[in-house]
């Protein structure tokens, strides 16, 4: 058995954790909105076409934000199609992801979906294909109340009062070749620019989000944000990270440490950031918005997707994926990253939420049922409250591949009056670890739960006809003894304890 011991302490807050952390993203892609969140027909859709038992999982994982409607979609996506008499919207050619698109569920019925499971919506415009204009025409017909052409058209589609959207994206992955108008950082940077300009003449009040690179490893990183945000620093508010993580050949501890770079993304975007600040004199601080990030075994899409020139199919069945312990246990970990960085990144997404690279599958015809990530983002995003803490660890470290050593304990923190919840990982392969928490500073006493996912075989997974194979169990080997929190971590495991 390894030991680690950690220290906790209110007085070394990170910053507030946004309830925007615990937001995903629903792209039309594959069958995340069509035979996802929507299938008319199904037993358990409701009057709008909505599965029930999809809007009770969405509710159950604590989502907070979603991110609509792409991702590499929006970038040939035309706003208007999506809305009016159905029976007119537009079939078109879904260039992204190699479908048909037949406009469907589109804004309007994508906002009722939202107020079904609560949660607020974050719009994506297409600055790929199409500019500032159609940017303003979409925010005049989704927030202004009444009096134009576009709200009065909103109107008689059927929705009075706006849907006052508050958070926009600015695209999507400007930077990657595959993206529909890609564009170079300086022509992105002045387009961005531009259109927040003129968005906030609408609205001075709207959140904006820039895109960052599409990940760490595009040859332009670091320099395509400084291009960007010398162009738009004073006109947006966020900048993006996109961050996904896939077990390489086998090499699970390298995988298990996805969360260190993450870390590193984060704080690399940061500097950037404030790099432009320093060098603009600006007082004004631009946050994160990891509004892409998950497991994703994007190794295994197809190479021919986009060559079946004969075949648009309607809603193909995209990256599925099955979703270990293992999977699960790194989704815990890349959520602690967040919440180590509460006090810059301020809205996230997990991408993306049913069916496609999602925590929630469901069948068609069938049920609905969760995946392993599911799990720790639920459990997080229940018990995260308040603020942030910075969390020292005294234990082992093993070697990584792909990061060099790293700590075989990962953790985070969150408290408020009430109480103190600790995420944590081991990430050992064959050891327990035992961590100790002096709980004296945090003023807690009692152990509220202590939930773990683990199994003895990381690689299990549920499955349509074992929906319950793997799961949070009570970790019984968790205990406050004399001030003291103890707790056994089995090997690859994710663990979250609520104190009061
Ligand atoms: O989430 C799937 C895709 O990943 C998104 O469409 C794109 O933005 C990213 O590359």
Known sequence: MLRARLTVDPA????????????????????????????????????????????????????????????????????????????????????????????????????????????????????????????????????????????????????????????????????????????????????????????????????????????????????????????????????????????????????????????????????????????????KTINISVDEWNVWYLSKVPADLARRIDDWPLAPAISEEPYTVADGVVVGSLLMSLIRHADRVTSASIAQLVNVIAPIAAEPQGPAWRKATFFPFATTSRLARGVALQVGIDGPGYDTAAYGEVPVIDAAATADAGGAALFLVNRSQTEEVEVSIDLAALGATTIEEALTLSDPDPHAANTADRPDRVGLRPNARAAVVEGTLRATLPPVSWTAVSLH
Request: hydrophobic share 35%; aromatic share 8%; glycine share 10%.
């Open 12 to 283: 070394r807050p990170v910053g507030p954790v946004s309830r925007r952390l615990f937001g995903a993203f629903v792209e039309h892609m594959g069958r995340g909105v069509y035979g996802g969140i929507y299938e008319p027909g199904h037993p358990e859709a409701d009057e709008d076409g909505f599965r029930r038992d999809v809007i009770d999982l969405v509710k159950e994982m604590g989502v907070t934000t979603v991110r609509y409607p792409g991702g590499n979609f929006v970038s040939g996506f035309r706003w208007e199609d999506s809305v009016g008499p159905r029976d007119h919207r537009p079939v078109r050619l879904n260039l992204a992801w190699h479908s048909t698109e037949t406009n469907e569920v589109g804004l309007h019925e994508f906002a009722s979906w939202l107020e079904k499971v609560g949660a607020e919506l974050m719009l994506a415009l297409n600055l790929g294909t199409r500019g500032t204009l159609e940017a303003l025409d979409l925010l005049e017909y989704a927030n202004v109340p009444s009096g134009t052409t576009l709200a009065e058209q909103r109107i008689r589609n059927g929705r009075r009062q706006p849907f006052d959207v508050r958070m926009w994206c600015l695209g999507n992955e400007m930077d990657g070749p595959w993206q529909l108008g890609q564009r170079s950082a300086e022509d992105y940077g002045k387009l961005a620019a531009r259109t927040a300009k003129a968005m906030r003449q609408v609205d001075p009040g709207l959140e904006l989000v820039a895109c960052g690179s599409s990940g760490a490893t595009m040859p332009t990183f670091g320099e395509w944000e400084r291009a960007v945000l010398t162009h738009a620093y004073e006109d947006v508010d966020l900048i993006s990270c996109h961050a996904y993580y896939e077990e390489k050949d086998g090499d699970l501890g390298s995988f298990l440490a996805s969360a260190t770079d993450m870390d590193h993304f984060i704080e690399t975007v940061v500097a950037t950031a404030d790099h432009v600040k320093a060098v603009r004199k600006s007082p």
